[in-house]
């Protein structure tokens, strides 16, 4: 550079040096004045005091706000997904615990690449809870961990769309650049969003000013803001994969809906009752001592007679009446009354088991009811040892409390207060034997009483029994297919291989 060039440079720099000392020269001059007026008046120490006083209490303030929102549990913005109301007790807590452990796990994010081994470890966590630790995560055949890629897949598709703003305009080429050029991708960001911020000052120096204020003060809360959304992302990734896992290992998973489809459409029997649940009617069994009524309730929610009831024990073996309630199909299952034996009792029990829904009948008059008690045990026990099943919704009947009151039938069959009395202690007294919350009295022989009540009450039971029933339907459908359905499967195999060979020689 030559010697005129940098004489210059200098002069310019001083020149400018000088401007800015002449722009600030009033100020310092008026500050220096200021401190000599408040020395003259003895207040220096004041001011001094006031300003470290004032400053304190900001910088106090600043610091108490920001820890508020870091300490303050903020909620989660994104929702994950919820309990499937189809799935039973157990099912629905092993995820609530599942939901548990990812909380705790992702107090803050975790890099993305280590989150499927994070998926491994809720499918394990599941598995285990499921099977009370019999089975390990990677324990199911290569179709079904097929199937749980494919739901996780779906469903984390679904919260992408909805969530992530773009996330339908980013082509996959351009999210692998950008996760494998992660720092040119940030730094082409920054510079972007610098030169912004450039323009936007030089365009309205009031505006950009103020934005950049806002920047400032904000960011420590809009880290977190980000930091929160990330963590919810990666939750509800995981979560969606406890979901699949549930199903997964309840079985559901065995069978795809395409597939139940296909299935239900082959006239094959055995696959056949893999057709969707809610072509079958409605099981309701109706159970309880002998001569509780069983028979007679049966036929005055028909309508007709049809199941034979009789002063002397009738019904020896179960016997199903179709019945349709709001349109909806259903069967109901009369059954032999419980008199204690064991055997009954167990027998009884497992019909239950098989119900949607159960309907318990109580003869108001009798007041023994140790024949039922044991009846609950055997029950609560057959479905304890099954506890992916839901338990079938059970209505309480007290049958025949025309017997209670003298003078039966009453005018348009209304009862008198005193009449309540004596019908709400039969009431009591089977609900507290039972453990029923409810019980619904009734008479079923005709002229029948409260019937309409009952059919109310089974109506409004319905949409559990429904759940009852695919429940039912999706365990039935995921035990191991026997010997007998693998060697129909090989055979279907070698006939295909045969067809392809045969095709070829003839070529
Ligand atoms: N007074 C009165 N009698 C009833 C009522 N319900 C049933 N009965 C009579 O009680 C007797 C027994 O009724 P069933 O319906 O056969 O009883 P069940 O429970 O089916 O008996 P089993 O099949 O033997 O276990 C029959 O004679 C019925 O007519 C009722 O509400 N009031
Ligand atoms: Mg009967």
Request: aromatic share 6%; net charge positive; charged share 25%.
């Given at each position: 550079?030559?010697?005129?060039?940098?004489?210059?440079?200098?002069?310019?720099?001083?020149?400018?040096?000088?401007?800015?000392?002449?722009?600030?020269?009033?100020?310092?001059?008026?500050?220096?004045?200021?401190?000599?007026?408040?020395?003259?008046?003895?207040?220096?120490?004041?001011?001094?005091?006031?300003?470290?006083?004032?400053?304190?209490?900001?910088?106090?303030?600043?610091?108490?706000?920001?820890?508020?929102?870091?300490?303050?549990?903020?909620?989660?913005?994104?929702?994950?997904?919820?309990?499937?109301?189809?799935?039973?007790?157990?099912?629905?807590?092993?995820?609530?615990?599942?939901?548990?452990?990812?909380?705790?796990?992702?107090?803050?994010?975790?890099?993305?690449?280590?989150?499927?081994?994070?998926?491994?470890?809720?499918v394990?966590?599941?598995?285990?809870?499921?099977?009370?630790?019999?089975?390990?995560?990677l324990d199911f055949t290569v179709p079904e961990a097929l199937l749980l890629i494919d739901r996780?897949?779906?469903?984390?598709?679904?919260?992408?769309?909805?969530?992530?703003?773009?996330?339908?305009?980013?082509?996959?080429?351009?999210?692998?650049?950008?996760?494998?050029?992660?720092?040119?991708?940030?730094?082409?960001?920054?510079?972007?969003?610098?030169?912004?911020?450039?323009?936007?000052?030089?365009?309205?120096?009031?505006?950009?000013?103020?934005?950049?204020?806002?920047?400032?003060?904000?960011?420590?809360?809009?880290?977190?803001?980000?930091?929160?959304?990330?963590?919810?992302?990666?939750?509800?990734?995981?979560?969606?994969?406890?979901?699949a896992a549930?199903d997964l290992y309840s079985g559901r998973l065995r069978t795809s809906?395409?597939?139940?489809?296909?299935?239900?459409?082959?006239?094959?029997?055995?696959?056949?009752?893999?057709?969707?649940?809610?072509?079958?009617?409605?099981?309701?069994?109706?159970?309880?001592?002998?001569?509780?009524?069983?028979?007679?309730?049966?036929?005055?929610?028909?309508?007709?007679?049809?199941?034979?009831?009789?002063?002397?024990?009738?019904?020896?073996?179960?016997?199903?009446?179709?019945?349709?309630?709001?349109?909806?199909?259903?069967?109901?299952?009369?059954?032999?009354?419980?008199?204690?034996?064991?055997?009954?009792?167990?027998?009884?029990?497992?019909?239950?088991?098989?119900?949607?829904?159960?309907?318990?009948?109580?003869?108001?008059?009798?007041?023994?009811?140790?024949?039922?008690?044991?009846?609950?045990?055997?029950?609560?026990?057959?479905?304890?040892?099954?506890?992916?099943?839901?338990?079938?919704?059970?209505?309480?009947?007290?049958?025949?409390?025309?017997?209670?009151?003298?003078?039966?039938?009453?005018?348009?069959?209304?009862?008198?207060?005193?009449?309540?009395?004596?019908?709400?202690?039969?009431?009591?007294?089977?609900?507290?034997?039972?453990?029923?919350?409810?019980?619904?009295?009734?008479?079923?022989?005709?002229?029948?009483?409260?019937?309409?009540?009952?059919?109310?009450?089974?109506?409004?039971?319905?949409?559990?029994?429904?759940?009852?029933?695919?429940?039912?339907?999706?365990?039935?459908?995921a035990?191991?297919?026997?010997?007998?359905?693998?060697?129909?499967?090989?055979?279907?195999?070698?006939?295909?291989?045969?067809?392809?060979?045969?095709?070829?020689?003839?070529?």
């Amino acid at each position: 550079m030559r010697l005129t060039d940098r004489l210059r440079h200098a002069v310019l720099r001083w020149n400018r040096l000088g401007m800015a000392l002449v722009l600030a020269l009033p100020v310092l001059v008026s500050s220096v004045l200021g401190f000599l007026w408040l020395y003259d008046h003895g207040w220096l120490l004041w001011f001094a005091l006031a300003s470290v006083g004032l400053y304190a209490a900001v910088r106090g303030g600043v610091l108490l706000a920001r820890w508020r929102t870091r300490s303050a549990q903020t909620p989660r913005e994104l929702q994950g997904p919820k309990p499937d109301p189809e799935w039973s007790a157990a099912e629905t807590a092993a995820f609530e615990r599942a939901r548990a452990r990812i909380s705790a796990r992702l107090q803050a994010p975790i890099p993305w690449a280590d989150l499927p081994g994070e998926a491994l470890v809720v499918v394990e966590g599941i598995a285990a809870d499921l099977s009370e630790g019999k089975r390990s995560a990677l324990d199911f055949t290569v179709p079904e961990a097929l199937l749980l890629i494919d739901r996780v897949a779906l469903q984390y598709r679904a919260f992408l769309l909805q969530n992530v703003p773009l996330s339908d305009r980013l082509s996959v080429r351009t999210m692998h650049w950008a996760w494998r050029k992660q720092d040119t991708a940030l730094a082409a960001w920054e510079t972007g969003f610098l030169a912004w911020r450039g323009v936007r000052l030089l365009i309205n120096p009031a505006i950009g000013l103020l934005r950049e204020a806002e920047r400032a003060l904000a960011s420590g809360l809009q880290d977190r803001l980000t930091e929160r959304f990330r963590t919810d992302a990666q939750a509800i990734l995981l979560e969606e994969a406890a979901q699949a896992a549930i199903d997964l290992y309840s079985g559901r998973l065995r069978t795809s809906d395409a597939e139940l489809a296909h299935i239900a459409a082959t006239a094959d029997m055995r696959d056949q009752a893999l057709a969707p649940a809610e072509d079958q009617p409605l099981r309701i069994v109706v159970v309880g001592q002998t001569s509780a009524g069983k028979s007679t309730l049966i036929n005055a929610l028909l309508g007709h007679e049809a199941a034979e009831a009789d002063a002397v024990p009738v019904t020896g073996s179960e016997v199903a009446y179709d019945w349709s309630l709001d349109g909806i199909a259903c069967r109901l299952v009369d059954t032999p009354g419980i008199e204690g034996a064991a055997k009954t009792t167990r027998r009884i029990a497992k019909q239950m088991s098989q119900a949607d829904l159960v309907i318990w009948a109580h003869r108001a008059t009798r007041p023994g009811r140790a024949p039922d008690v044991a009846l609950a045990e055997q029950f609560a026990q057959v479905m304890a040892d099954a506890p992916q099943r839901r338990v079938p919704p059970v209505l309480h009947v007290a049958n025949g409390v025309d017997q209670l009151l003298a003078d039966w039938p009453r005018p348009e069959n209304r009862l008198t207060a005193a009449d309540h009395a004596r019908v709400d202690a039969a009431l009591q007294s089977i609900g507290a034997s039972m453990r029923a919350p409810q019980v619904l009295p009734t008479r079923a022989e005709p002229p029948d009483w409260n019937i309409d009540a009952l059919r109310d009450a089974i109506a409004a039971a319905l949409p559990e029994a429904r759940r009852c029933q695919r429940n039912r339907h999706r365990i039935e459908a995921a035990r191991t297919p026997g010997v007998s359905a693998n060697a129909r499967r090989a055979g279907r195999g070698a006939k295909s291989a045969a067809k392809a060979l045969w095709g070829r020689l003839r070529r």
